[in-house]
Nanobody, 120 residues
């Protein structure tokens, strides 16, 4: 009912920047919050950043001051600007949507993931 399309991942050297985008489409009535999570090999998926209604943001301690999450409410897009990337940021990054469909069902959806690789 809600599809998420991520883009912007890739290979970058340490200290570089990338910008991830996630477009939500489908039967969307409202969005409560969207966010980015990541999962490195052998590790659990973890929250990177989230943004909720009213643009309240939340960041993992490891990315504070380096990453910025923002959203375009009109286009249902969430962005993650990642600066000063470190090798430990290497992971698959997943977009997450939590909101209400036109059928007034609350759903939690995940994107397919986009690979971010930071070389040292």
């Amino acid at each position: 009912q809600v599809q998420l399309e991520e883009s912007g991942g890739g290979l970058v050297q340490a200290g570089g920047s990338l910008r991830l985008s996630c477009v939500a489409s489908g039967s969307i009535f409202s969005i409560n919050d969207m966010g980015w999570y990541r999962q490195a090999p052998g590790k659990q998926r973890e929250l990177v950043a989230s943004i909720s209604t009213g643009d309240s943001t939340n960041y993992a301690d490891s990315v504070k001051g380096r990453f910025t999450i923002s959203r375009d409410n009109a286009e249902n897009i969430v962005y993650l600007q990642m600066n000063t990337l470190k090798p430990e940021d290497t992971a698959v990054y997943y977009c997450r949507f939590f909101g209400e469909t036109r059928r007034r069902l609350w759903i939690n959806s995940w994107g397919q993931g986009t690979q971010v690789t930071v070389s040292s």
